[in-house]
């Protein structure tokens, strides 16, 4: 089965078809903002311009455009291809992506989120989350604490706040990887991750 991945929760902005367990192209680019414009042309420079049974999108937690992005192209593509749809967690992505990289029993994943706070989440040595998603401001992110090894954006960042003892595991979610996800992470309801509650508020 042919599948596409795409993820653009976060600056980065990248796709991947994969025929099996073989991956055919790929494209990843950091480009903080602009994914509206970069994501389709990436997707039609594909093989056979992209076409796959199944299509795997990313439904954040992230920039909130980036995730509505994502989630409706994703959707588009499966109505125009006739192709289901999968969604999946950015911080799982994340997650796989460095334990696959460098095994740890605990592992916590620190990501930009907005206005200043950063997402957090713990997993488990097979990227299974064991604490739920929470949005903090980097004070609480570091008086939360965190696993020995740190992985994401804001993993630097959350170790040497945390001071010795820490590593840490800087990087952006890839697309490419998104096999590495466990069957846990899919669901069929695509609707997007906030992590954190509304800015906006009505009226009393």
């Known amino acids: 089965m042919r599948t596409l991945a795409i993820e653009c929760a976060t600056e980065a902005c990248s796709i991947a078809l994969s025929d099996g367990d073989h991956l055919v192209a790929a494209d990843h680019r950091v480009l903080g903002r602009g994914h509206a414009e970069h994501l389709v042309p990436m997707i039609a420079s594909l093989p056979g311009r992209g076409r796959a049974e199944r299509i795997m999108v990313?439904?954040?937690?992230?920039?909130?455009?980036?995730?509505?992005?994502?989630?409706?192209?994703?959707?588009?593509?499966?109505?125009a291809w006739g192709a289901e749809v999968t969604g999946y967690p950015t911080l799982d992505l994340v997650a796989a992506m460095a334990l696959a990289g460098e095994p740890a029993d605990r592992l916590t994943v620190c990501m930009a989120g907005g206005h200043g706070e950063w997402f957090v989440q713990d997993f488990g040595p097979a990227g299974e989350p064991l604490t739920p998603l929470a949005s903090l401001t980097p004070d609480a992110a570091r008086n939360r604490g965190a696993a020995h090894a740190i992985a994401g954006t804001r993993a630097a960042e959350l170790a040497e706040l945390l001071g010795t003892g820490f590593s840490a595991r800087p990087m952006l979610p890839d697309a490419r990887h998104a096999s590495l996800l466990r069957a846990a992470s899919f669901t069929d309801t695509i609707?997007?991750?906030?992590?954190?509650?509304?800015?906006?508020?009505?009226?009393a």
């Open 58 to 79: 990313s439904l954040g937690p992230g920039s909130f455009t980036g995730v509505r992005i994502g989630m409706a192209v994703a959707n588009a593509l499966a109505i």
């Open 191 to 203: 609707a997007p991750i906030y992590g954190r509650g509304p800015d906006a508020r009505l009226p």
